[in-house]
């Protein structure tokens, strides 16, 4: 029988990795890129490209190396643990060079359709017609990888401010935002606290006269920066403290967290403390908004009411002259070129477990990379890939549709009730209860038991220490026999780009010594958690 062709569409980080899951199925995967290189959302251009995501210059990733690196090829330890956007396309390529990924990419290849063969019933084969240099061809595909992101549409609610119409400024989104110079001198005003809309403040607030944020909600800060210097999610995202997690009330996880929070900077006094919990929002990472704020070059205001030709109005009466605004109000998604198979509403879509369309009879489509997680999304996007690379061989099976009906319906009723209503969170997920969810389908979440018993000095790394993409590579399916030394090893790559200057004393290289912290802990949260439920 001849290998199974899959057609990938789109070639960012969510490509490259279902490049390399196809290849290690067996499977014979074609790619096709818009665009002239790799890279996706991740690679900067001077000017936005229609139909990719696009990205300003100075950005860095707000996942740390270790969290988001693909899980059986570790970031360089020199490279840094917060990456600017230059060094994410190095490892980029660098992946793609290893795993020998881009002979298989056709680059400046635009997919305009999507449908079902006659015999889809049957074969769930898929016609997809691509145009090249104004060319169209068809092909017949066995599956198809949608890998395009969720950031590609602009979403930019001009009707809810009204008076824009007449501003004699100039306005434009923040994907059309590239660097601040056009600004210089200028009363600005940013549009949203997700972390475009922090980000591109603080780094007007050098440039500009004034800045000027406006925030509906308010919005709880993160920083990149954790306890000890050590990046916050290596520190924080841990199968342990999701444990912790599980087993408080939310208010209970949300009072610690936003203290935490408000140990750094008064969220009430910085004028950010939103109405809702920290965990009710996609949370927004920075570290320099509480100095820019300190310092009087970002003054935070909230709603604007209207615009006039000169001025913005705010919901509290009052009034700023303002020359330009950068609307940081997220974005929309949509599938054109699939014809009928999924049906897109206010960024609401039907998948189950934010892959797989219910509707189809041969489970031969899936999504990657199309939720929105609290943590890193590359890890994510690969096991998404893992899991339906096999669904398309047979190797596993979706459950029936009625059953994956009622899960979407689940997912779609939690989500309500504890985000707050917004088109940003329609494809949110939790990091590791999402990634076991994964694991589990693929037969590769992490036995603790097993390891306790055979390996006690990985599996306290492994409950305690990060939630690391390794992980996912200690056995079943595409086990890797670097995963163990990867895991043992990662906090010497943390430890590695800050160590520039000799030292005497070694900073720590292992969660072990630190379980003695670990149980204190527990009996502070308990305290905590007694005190909470106890108050009047």
């Known amino acids: 029988m001849a290998a199974q062709q899959v057609a990938?569409?789109?070639?960012?980080?969510?490509?490259?990795?279902?490049?390399?899951?196809?290849?290690?199925?067996?499977?014979?995967?074609?790619c096709f890129e818009r665009s002239g290189d790799i890279g996706g959302l991740w690679r900067f251009e001077e000017y936005p490209e229609e139909g990719r995501a696009s990205i300003y210059r100075s950005v860095i990733i707000n996942a740390s190396k270790e969290m988001m690196c693909f899980s059986d090829f570790p970031i360089p330890e020199d490279f840094p643990n917060y990456m600017h956007n230059s060094k994410i396309m190095e490892y980029f390529r660098m992946y793609a060079q290893h795993f020998d990924l881009l002979r298989h990419v056709h680059f400046r290849t635009s997919v305009c359709r999507v449908a079902k063969c006659p015999d889809f019933a049957t074969t769930g084969q898929w016609e997809v017609v691509t145009e090249s240099e104004g060319k169209q061809e068809a092909a017949i595909f066995d599956?198809?990888?949608?890998?395009?992101?969720?950031?590609?549409?602009?979403?930019?609610?001009?009707?809810?401010?009204?008076?824009?119409?007449?501003?004699?400024?100039?306005?434009?989104?923040?994907?059309?935002?590239?660097?601040?110079?056009?600004?210089?001198?200028?009363?600005?005003?940013?549009?949203?606290?997700?972390?475009s809309g922090i980000d591109i403040a603080v780094e007007l607030s050098h440039i500009a006269k004034q800045v000027f944020l406006s925030t509906k909600r308010g919005t709880w800060v993160l920083h990149r920066v954790g306890d000890d210097g050590y990046p916050f999610d290596f520190s924080y995202i841990s199968r342990f403290r999701e444990l912790l997690h599980s087993l408080l009330p939310q208010n209970a996880s949300s009072f610690l967290l936003e203290r935490k929070l408000n140990a750094r900077f008064d969220h009430v006094l910085y004028g950010l403390q939103p109405q809702h919990r920290v965990f009710h929002q996609h949370p927004t990472v920075n570290d320099d908004l509480p100095n820019c704020i300190i310092s009087g070059s970002v003054l935070v205001k909230p709603n604007i009411q209207k615009f006039t030709e000169t001025s913005a109005i705010f919901s509290d009466g009052t009034r700023e002259d303002i020359d330009a605004v950068v609307f940081a109000t997220g974005y929309s998604f949509s599938f054109p070129f699939l014809e009928?198979?999924?049906k897109v509403v206010e960024n609401q879509i039907s998948l189950y477990k934010f892959m797989f369309p219910i509707n189809l009879e041969k489970p031969t489509l899936a999504f990657i990379g199309l939720i929105q997680p609290l943590g890193p999304i590359m890890p994510i996007s690969e096991l998404q890939c893992r899991w339906a690379t096999r669904v398309f061989k047979g190797l596993q099976d979706l459950p029936p549709s009625t059953n994956m009906l009622a899960d979407i319906?689940?997912?779609?009723?939690k989500m309500a009730k504890r985000y707050?209503?917004?088109?940003?969170?329609?494809?949110q997920v939790d990091y590791i209860p999402y990634m076991d969810e994964l694991a589990c389908q693929v037969g590769v979440k992490p036995n603790l038991l097993t390891l306790f018993l055979t390996d006690p000095k990985l599996a306290l790394e492994v409950a305690f220490g990060p939630c690391t993409p390794y992980q996912y590579r200690l056995r079943g399916p595409g086990e890797w026999a670097g995963a163990r030394?990867?895991?043992?090893?990662?906090?010497?790559?943390?430890?590695?780009?800050?160590?520039?200057?000799?030292?005497?004393?070694?900073?720590?290289?292992?969660?072990?010594?630190?379980?003695?912290?670990?149980?204190?802990?527990?009996?502070?949260?308990?305290?905590?958690?007694?005190?909470?439920?106890?108050?009047?």
């Open 420 to 427: 707050v209503k917004s088109q940003r969170h329609t494809i």
């Open 340 to 342: 009928g198979c999924v």
């Open 485 to 536: 030394e990867a895991i043992l090893t990662q906090w010497q790559r943390v430890v590695r780009p800050l160590q520039t200057r000799a030292r005497d004393c070694p900073p720590r290289s292992s969660t072990v010594p630190h379980i003695f912290k670990v149980f204190f802990s527990i009996g502070l949260i308990v305290a905590t958690l007694a005190y909470v439920l106890l108050s009047p």
């Open 8 to 30: 990938i569409i789109g070639a960012g980080a969510s490509g490259l990795c279902a490049l390399k899951c196809c290849l290690d199925e067996g499977l014979v995967p074609t």
């Open 409 to 413: 319906t689940q997912t779609k009723e």
């Open 143 to 195: 599956a198809v990888l949608v890998c395009t992101g969720h950031h590609t549409e602009a979403h930019l609610p001009l009707s809810t401010f009204p008076g824009l119409e007449k501003f004699e400024g100039w306005y434009l989104h923040s994907r059309d935002y590239k660097s601040p110079q056009s600004f210089l001198g200028k009363r600005v005003v940013v549009v949203g606290t997700g972390n």
